[in-house]
């Protein structure tokens, strides 16, 4: 199953990149070597920002941890996530399935870690990570804004495939958990590719010496929408962990969240086609 596994990770982002190339048209200026250079840099970033987030997920539980001591009942819950995490010392790996590992999310200890990690330091981290390489390449070629969207677009799929492959390898226990995982994939992919284009797009804006005001603005802009998806997707996770909480609030609070993360997915699938369309237009009026 494992090469279908990664095909189907693969297929639909190359399928959503050549949509973008599509809208680009002519005027994009995208080879296919510059498209591979720029898809492996963005597989290449991955093996930077895992470190990152890795020091970011121990920065933050120590954080959390600290702030838990002085609330009232936190020690308490520290002592009762510490004896959970010894019972599952003991446990064989075939025994922590996703629906155990998803439980964590009732202690409001790991719900506060998983935030902090996810919502601020991981949409951070690899906004900047994932056109790192890409940035020193632009300022030896200094590609044009629909270029450099392209060129971040490229990027942000090759991070992509490597955190589907990897994130959804855990779903392989049976064929509907690994369809779902494989499923996620697809709207995952477009926010990558979404969010280091916008970040490209600065780039190409500042590279051009006109609106390079716009440089801060697309990072802030990448940052505060994936931000916003990985709070959305934890607040549907861990309000449905939470047991304590009224189930009216539960559910709505898992209806608000899907229909964010499903209206933040819409934008990022429209919006890698539809921007190369739009600068196309205004580069060909430039002209």
Sequence with gaps: ??????????????LLFALALLGGGPLAGVS??????????????????????????????VLVAMGAAFIPGG?????????????????????LTPDILTTLFASPIVLAVAFLTLAVITPVVEEVLKTALLVGIGFRRRPRPLQAFLWGA??????????????????????????????????????HAFTSGLVGLGWGYFWSGRKRWLLPLCYVAAILFHGLWNFSVIAVAGTQALLTLPRWLTGTAGVIGTLIVGGLALMALVGVIVVPISLRKRSAAAQ
């Excluded at 199953?1 to 990770?9: C, D, E, G, K, R």
């Excluded at 510059?34 to 020091?55: D, K, N, R, W, Y």
């Design 75 to 95: 020690q308490a819950e520290l002592a009762s996530l510490a004896l959970q995490m010894e019972q599952w010392a003991q446990l064989t790996p075939e025994a």
């Design 1 to 14: 199953m494992a090469p279908f596994h990664v095909a189907l990770i693969v297929m639909p982002a190359l």
């Design 32 to 61: 296919r070597r510059q498209a591979l250079l720029l898809f492996t840099t963005g597989v290449l970033s991955t093996l930077l920002a895992i470190p990152v987030e890795l020091l970011g997920l121990v920065f933050s539980g």
């Design 154 to 191: 490229a990027a942000g799929i090759g991070f992509a495939v490597i955190e589907g492959v990897f994130n959804s390898a855990a779903s392989l226990t049976d064929t509907a958990s690994w369809l779902a995982g494989v499923g996620t994939r697809i709207p995952a992919t477009a926010m």
